[in-house]
């Protein structure tokens, strides 16, 4: 996955992560809270990838639904 971009940032402590997709270049970047745990970092990476492998950005779902989804 060389389309694939991790960038760590102090973001507000409920916010462990998120991803924006590029939809021009189709390019992801993983935005990931340098304030939390290595392992916090670790799942939220991993949940991340999850969104980008099934292709949620391309859905016209509801994010609260999506997310629903993505943590059963």
Do not use: Q, W
């Not at 694939?4 to 973001?11: H, K, Q, R, S, T």
């Not at 992801?28 to 392992?39: K, P, Q």
């Not at 099934?54 to 629903?68: G, S």
Request: proline share 1%.
């Amino acid at each position: 996955m060389d389309n694939i971009m991790v960038i760590y940032d102090n973001l507000p402590t409920k916010v462990k992560g998120f991803t924006m997709h590029h939809a021009g270049d189709d390019y992801y970047t993983i935005i990931l809270n340098s304030r939390m745990s290595h392992e916090c970092l670790l799942n939220t990476y991993k949940h991340e990838l999850r969104h980008i492998c099934r292709n949620d950005f391309a859905c016209a779902l509801d994010v609260n639904i999506i997310e629903n989804v993505v943590h059963k």
